[in-house]
């Protein structure tokens, strides 16, 4: 089946500890994106991939890092996470840009004290 | 930047036919024109995508007038299940770095 896939779907986590969240997909899609959504401001790019290796920076990118070693992978890693990270973080893959069809992960909802 | 106006929220019975009108005064020459759907807590959801004219699909239609500065999604016989939240984004399939703004979408509440 295709498919995005997030992990973990739920963390709780303090302030300052090095946390990983993982995306992988199975699609062989080259577009891959990490966005963030809280209440009445809607979605927000954090980082977008265009390709492995190629990373660049979305609309709100301070206090998070992505690497792209491999297609189907897309970690977002928040190296000294604060309270203002506690968001619903979506991973989205699409073909070939973000304006072709985006498949969107179930969603990690973190939250940090 | 590719910029979307479309309603805040909006209300339908079940059975009833949904119009959902989207304005993209800047639209350019390649720009698509994508809807996603969004249920509470879970990811968005692709609708239907478009470039002129009408799309239809085994869910929605989508209609784009000659000017292609609005574009209206249509849900026919809407039923609970839909309620949801609809988002319209206009973006460059080529993939050129303009940014691709998702906005607060529609948030639709079908009653019974």
């Known amino acids: 089946e295709a498919q995005v896939t997030q992990n973990p779907r739920y963390l709780i986590t303090v302030t300052g500890k090095k946390l990983t969240v993982t995306c992988s997909q199975n699609m062989n899609h080259e577009y891959m994106s990490w966005y963030r959504q809280d209440p009445g401001l809607g979605l927000r790019q954090i980082y977008y991939s265009m390709n492995v290796e190629v990373t660049d920076k979305g609309d709100v990118p301070e206090g998070y890092k992505v690497s792209r070693k491999e297609k189907r992978n897309f970690p977002l890693i928040l190296e000294s996470p604060s309270p203002n990270q506690t968001s619903l973080y979506f991973c989205?893959?699409?073909?070939?840009?973000?304006?072709?069809?985006?498949?969107f992960g179930p969603g990690t909802r973190l939250t940090v004290l | 930047l590719a910029k979307t106006t479309q309603p805040i929220s909006m209300d339908s019975y079940e059975g009833q036919e949904v119009n959902i009108t989207c304005s993209h005064n800047?639209?350019?020459?390649?720009?698509?024109i994508t809807w996603y759907q969004q249920f509470p807590s879970q990811g968005p959801r692709f609708i239907i995508q478009g470039y002129k004219t009408k799309v239809t699909n085994e869910v929605a239609s989508l209609f784009i007038p000659a000017d292609r500065k609005s574009s209206t999604l249509s849900l026919p016989r809407v039923s609970l299940s839909d309620t949801a939240v609809y988002y319209c984004l206009v973006g460059d399939r080529a993939g050129n770095n303009r940014k691709l703004i998702w906005g607060l979408g529609t948030s639709l509440a079908v009653n019974p």
């Open positions: 800047n639209i350019a020459t390649n720009d698509y």
């Open positions: 989205a893959s699409s073909l070939g840009s973000r304006a072709d069809t985006q498949y």
